[in-house]
Every structure is written in C-alpha cells, then in structure tokens.
C-alpha cells in the first residue's frame, strides 16, 4: 500500500519569504508521479506541480519548486517570494502508474503574514 | 465550461434522508474520482471509475454510499438514510488516464450539511 506524509500541520511565512512545505511517501513501485495540490479557502483543488518519478530534475513552476529525493521517498516543496494568494491548504500526492489510483496526504496549512 | 462541475454546490438535508450528488467530468476524461472531505481534514478517498471496467469501491465506508457513472459521462454519488457524520465536502476528480501521469482536475465540491 502507498501512504503518503505531510508532518507540518500548519506553517507560516512572511510576505516575500522562502518556505518549504514537506511531504515523505511509501511506496514499493518504481514508476510514478508525484503532485502537489493548493486548496484556497474557496476550497477548489488546484494542481500546483508534478513531478515524475523516472526524471532527476526537479520540476519548476514559476515561483514554486520541488526537491525530489527518491531514494529517500521525499518530495518538499519550496515557496519562493511568498504571496499573499499562497494562503491555502497544500496536499502532496502520490499516484501509480498502474491503475491510476491516487493517493493524498492530510495536507499543510499554510498561512502567509503580511 | 471546460472544468469538472459538481452540484448542487450546497445542501443542506434532515438526517435519515437520502441525498444524490452530481459529477459532470471534464469531457474526454476517462477516469473519475470521488473524494470526502471533513472540515479541516484531507482527502478521503471514495470511489474511482475507469472507463468500462469495474469500479473501485474500496473506500466507500457503508453500505449507505453508492456511486454510479454511465460510460465516461456523469455521475452520481447517492448516499442513503444520511446520518450527522456525513457532513462534509464531497470532491469530485477527474482525469484522461489515456496517457501516463495525467493530474487530476477537481470541481468546487459539494458541501453537505446534515441537521
């Protein structure tokens, strides 16, 4: 079974500030894609990067980063210039190449300070 | 539209009542995903669809909960003899699983209010 962790309940950053959000996971497959979600408190679901398994670069988006370490099954990702508009909840998530299935972890809610 | 649209976007329902929640995927989207969401909490997983084959039901927590899809199109979530621990915020996914490690695209939920 896959499981995927996120240990920081809740974090905080100041305006314009790096933050690095965590996310570990279990899993025996060899093949997969790794994500991270943003939930604003408008509560839609939006894809924030993706990441494959197979590539060694880390994904890039703009302002967000990922750092991928597949040995040690982690995947954090980095804030950077935080915005106001990054409040939101984030969920890191696994998915198997097989079958599609996704698997999400409890999310951390991260609140930007003026 | 071009996104996942989920409804009503609402409801608000006595407990012991049955409810029935609607999915509109992304058109083209073979997989379909729902998804319970507690007040505060993370994604709990429910029911996936895939095209024609036999859904997965793993996460369906009673009886009471059933979810129907008809080929790649609409579906419904029918959740029976509601009960107060049902409030939540029902997610709706979906994504094209013909391609390898394709993201899932959420609709605005549906938030279920049990009195």
């Known amino acids: 079974a896959q499981t995927v962790t996120q240990s920081q309940p809740e974090m905080s950053v100041q305006e314009a500030e790096t933050v690095t959000l965590s996310c570990t996971y279990d899993t025996s497959e060899n093949n997969y894609y790794l994500f991270w979600y943003k939930q604003p408190p408008s509560r839609q679901m939006i894809l924030v990067i993706r990441q494959e398994a197979y590539k060694q670069q880390n994904a890039t988006e703009n302002r967000f980063s990922v750092n991928f370490q597949k040995a040690a099954k982690s995947f954090s990702l980095k804030i950077s210039d935080s915005q106001l508009g990054d409040t939101a909840m984030y969920f890191c998530?696994?998915?198997?190449?097989?079958?599609?299935?996704?698997?999400f972890g409890t999310g951390t809610s991260l609140t930007v300070i003026p | 539209g071009a996104g996942v649209s989920q409804s009503p976007s609402n409801k608000v329902t006595e407990k012991g009542k049955d409810v029935e929640l609607r999915c509109d995927p992304i058109s083209g989207h073979t997989a379909l995903y729902w998804y319970r969401q507690r007040l505060g909490q993370g994604l709990e997983f429910l029911i996936y669809f895939q095209g024609n084959s036999a859904p997965d039901k793993s996460g369906l927590p009673s009886d009471r909960f059933s979810a129907e899809r008809t080929g790649e199109s609409v579906s419904t979530l029918t959740i029976q003899r509601t009960q107060q621990e049902d409030s939540a915020v029902y997610l709706c996914?979906?994504?094209?699983?013909?391609?390898?490690?394709?993201?899932?695209?959420f609709g605005d939920g549906t938030r279920l209010s049990i009195l």
């Open positions: 998530a696994f998915m198997k190449v097989a079958g599609n299935q996704f698997y």
């Open positions: 996914a979906s994504s094209f699983a013909g391609a390898v490690g394709q993201p899932q695209h």
